[in-house]
């Protein structure tokens, strides 16, 4: 259990605004956040993945201690047409690291990957890897949606993270080739997203009518656990630890409660058969595309 509980990473959309389609909690609380990553210390979890687009997430974990994290944020989209890209990064990564009061960070991320296929992108990268040589980030990479674009972005340049959606039914990762293709240049792997944003979490009943196209999938998924006796948050997290591949598992927490449950699940972690529930289908795995739902 003490090495599964390494591998998590406190992801903190929910420190800075409400977040998921199963939060019944709204934003976490200052005191819950501050009960969540003392407790996070204490099981050995030390990094801390957030974004400028996290609403207040970055100012609220700069109120908090987080000297002891290993801490990675995004960079927000750069707007287009913009004439001084390099007096933008810099501001947005000071500004940065003053909301989140440090002094350094372990990773920079690109939260869209087409900032760096557009005809600033060399650039971009290059100022980047200035952020590195000057010891003020350890890593650079990017989050993506889908490994179809890594072909393509990793011809091009060299990342130290790569960050990408993958759970049960998600397993474009692995299908692809790209799980294995990653560690074996040496990438370190960082997954979000193995709740589907709590909707793997949910009862059958609560699953909102705008997934109805895929009930036949919720309904095999809810049929399996109640046969093989075990939590969807079990599963969840025994599939995406059962890969050694994977460095970092990025589980996003609505309240110390639910992250205490978390915890304990890990402690019921087994190695078994999983379901073969997997889709392809980006309108399903892309919260994004939810709205249009």
């Not at 909102?208 to 939590?231: E, Q």
Request: one cysteine or more.
């Amino acid at each position: 259990m003490e090495n599964n509980l390494k591998r998590l990473a406190i992801g903190t959309a929910q420190f800075g605004m409400s977040y998921g389609i199963a939060n019944k909690n709204g934003q976490v609380k200052f005191n819950e956040a501050e009960k969540i990553l003392n407790l996070a210390i204490k099981k050995g979890i030390s990094t801390i993945d957030t974004a400028k687009v996290y609403g207040d997430s970055e100012k609220e974990l700069g109120k908090l201690n987080i000297s002891q994290f290993d801490v990675i944020t995004k960079l927000p989209e750069i707007p287009k047409r913009l004439e001084n890209v390099e007096k933008w990064l810099n501001h947005n990564f000071e500004d940065s690291l003053s909301n989140l009061e440090v002094e350094k960070i372990d990773g920079l991320l690109f939260h869209n990957t087409n900032d760096l296929l557009s005809s600033n992108g060399q650039e971009i990268y290059e100022k980047l890897l200035k952020f590195k040589e000057s010891e003020r980030i350890k890593k650079i990479g990017i989050s993506i949606y889908s490994p179809e674009i890594l072909e393509h972005i990793t011809s091009k340049y060299d990342f130290d993270i790569v960050q990408a959606p993958f759970n049960i039914i998600d397993q474009r990762l692995l299908k692809s080739g790209w799980l294995k293709k990653l560690k074996d240049s040496g990438t370190e792997v960082h997954i979000r997203s193995i709740f589907l944003q709590g909707l793997l979490l949910m009862s059958l009943k609560d699953v909102p009518d705008k997934f109805n196209n895929w009930n036949h999938l919720f309904h095999s998924w809810s049929s399996w656990l109640k046969n093989n006796n075990i939590s969807a948050l079990e599963t969840c997290l025994s599939f995406s630890m059962s890969f050694p591949e994977i460095d970092k598992v990025i589980i996003g927490v609505d309240s110390f409660k639910q992250f205490l449950m978390i915890i304990d699940s890990l402690k019921n972690y087994t190695q078994t058969d999983f379901p073969l529930f997997e889709c392809d289908d980006d309108n399903l795995l892309n919260p994004s595309n939810w709205k249009d739902l």
